[in-house]
C-alpha cells in the first residue's frame, strides 16, 4: 500500500515571492508521482507528473518538482508567485504496473497568496 | 471541447436513503473513475471502470456500486446512506486507464447527508 504525506495543510506567502509545497510518499512498490491544483468549486487539474528519467519536471503555470528517491520527496516549488495561484495542492502517487491507474492522495496543502 | 461533466451539482438526502451519481467523460475517453473527497481530506479512490467491466474498487463497502454504459457514461450508486457519506464526489475520465494516462476531473457532485 502507499500512502502520501503533504506536510503543511497551509502556506501563507506574498505575492511574487517564492514557494515550496512539501511532499513525501512511502510505498513497498515503484510509483508514479503527481501533483494536481483544485481551484474552488472545480476538479482537479494536473500540474505535472513524474514517470521516468530526469529528476526535475516542469509543469503548467510555471510550477516545476523534483523527484528525490532516497528521501522519498516530491516536492513543489514555484520561484514567484501570483494571487492566481491560491487553491488546493495535492501531491499523488499511483502504483507502477497495475494495469490501472489508482491515484493515492495527500490530505492537500493550501497556498494562500497575499498582495 | 466539453470536459467531464457531473450531475447533480448538489443534492441533499437524508440517511437511509440511496443516491445515483451520473458522469460523462470526455468524448474518446473510454475508462471512467470515481473518487471521494471528505473535507479537509484528499479524494480516495472508490472505482474505475473501462469499456464496462470493472478494473478496480478502493476499500469501500459493498452499499457503494458502480457501471459503465455503452456510451462511456457512469453511474455511482450509495445504498443506505450514513452521514459519513457526505462528500464531493469527483468522476475522472482518461482514453484507457491505465497508469501513464492524464486523468481529468469533473467538478464532483456535493452530496449532503442529514
Known amino acids: 500500500a502507499q500512502s502520501v504525506t503533504q506536510l503543511d495543510s497551509q502556506v501563507p506567502v506574498f505575492e511574487e515571492a517564492p514557494v515550496e509545497l512539501r511532499c513525501n510518499y512511502s510505498?513497498?512498490?515503484?510509483?508514479?508521482l503527481f501533483w494536481y491544483v483544485q481551484y474552488p468549486n472545480q476538479g482537479l487539474q494536473l500540474l505535472l507528473k513524474?514517470?521516468?528519467?530526469?529528476?526535475l519536471v516542469k509543469g503548467i503555470n510555471g510550477f516545476e518538482a523534483e523527484f528525490n528517491k532516497s528521501q522519498t520527496s516530491f516536492h513543489l516549488r514555484k520561484p514567484s508567485v501570483h494571487i492566481s495561484d491560491t487553491a488546493e495542492y495535492f501531491c499523488?502517487?499511483?502504483?507502477?504496473?497495475?494495469?490501472?491507474?489508482?491515484?493515492?492522495f495527500g490530505t492537500g496543502t493550501r497556498l494562500l497568496v497575499s498582495p | 471541447d466539453a470536459g467531464v461533466t457531473q450531475s447533480p451539482t448538489h443534492l441533499i438526502k437524508t440517511r437511509g436513503q440511496h443516491v445515483t451519481l451520473r458522469c460523462s467523460p470526455i468524448?474518446?475517453?473510454?475508462?471512467v473513475s470515481w473518487y471521494q473527497q471528505v473535507l479537509g481530506q484528499g479524494p480516495q479512490f472508490i472505482f474505475q471502470?473501462?469499456?464496462?467491466?470493472?478494473?478496480g474498487r478502493g476499500n469501500f463497502p459493498d452499499r457503494f456500486s458502480a457501471r459503465q454504459f455503452p456510451n462511456y457514461s457512469s453511474e455511482l450508486n450509495v445504498n443506505a446512506l450514513l452521514l459519513g457519506d457526505s462528500a464531493l464526489y469527483l468522476c475522472?475520465?482518461?482514453?484507457?486507464?491505465?497508469?501513464?494516462?492524464?486523468?481529468?476531473f469533473g467538478p464532483g457532485t456535493r452530496l449532503t447527508v442529514l
Open positions: 475522472a475520465s482518461s482514453f484507457d486507464g491505465t497508469e501513464l494516462s492524464e486523468q481529468f
Open positions: 510505498s513497498s512498490v515503484s510509483v508514479y
Open positions: 513524474y514517470l521516468s528519467g530526469s529528476t
Open positions: 499523488a502517487v499511483s502504483e507502477r504496473r497495475t494495469g490501472f491507474q489508482k491515484l493515492v
Open positions: 468524448s474518446g475517453h473510454k475508462s
Open positions: 471502470y473501462y469499456e464496462k467491466e470493472e478494473r
